[in-house]
């Protein structure tokens, strides 16, 4: 109603057919959907390192620093020109 930023971060997959209908639904209608499945990119070192991915990329999502989090860039990004 007011086009606020709606983020839905499911936490059990696989889901079934009535729960991937309806986040076919929340996309149509403009929501983000993130699934909460932690990325091991950065190498997490314990359990709250590996929540904490979950946390940086809803953050992301807000349009909000995380200072801590990590950013993967290719190594083609990360070049200086010569």
Same mark, same amino acid.
């Given at each position: 109603? $007011?086009? &606020?930023?709606? #983020? !839905? !971060?499911?936490?059990?997959?696989? %889901? =079934?057919? #009535?729960? *991937? &209908?309806? !986040? @076919?639904?929340? +996309? $149509? *209608?403009? *929501? #983000? @959907?993130?699934?909460? +499945?932690? =990325?091991?990119?950065?190498?997490?070192?314990?359990a709250n390192e590996i929540a904490d991915t979950v946390v940086w990329r809803i953050l992301d999502q807000l349009g909000?620093?995380?200072?801590?989090?990590? &950013? %993967?860039? =290719?190594?083609?990004? =990360?070049?200086?020109? #010569?």
């Amino acid at each position: 109603k $007011e086009r &606020r930023k709606l #983020i !839905v !971060v499911p936490r059990e997959t696989p %889901w =079934s057919l #009535i729960q *991937a &209908r309806n !986040v @076919v639904t929340l +996309i $149509e *209608a403009g *929501a #983000i @959907v993130l699934p909460a +499945i932690p =990325s091991f990119y950065s190498g997490p070192k314990n359990a709250n390192e590996i929540a904490d991915t979950v946390v940086w990329r809803i953050l992301d999502q807000l349009g909000l620093p995380s200072p801590q989090a990590f &950013r %993967w860039q =290719s190594q083609r990004a =990360s070049r200086r020109p #010569i």
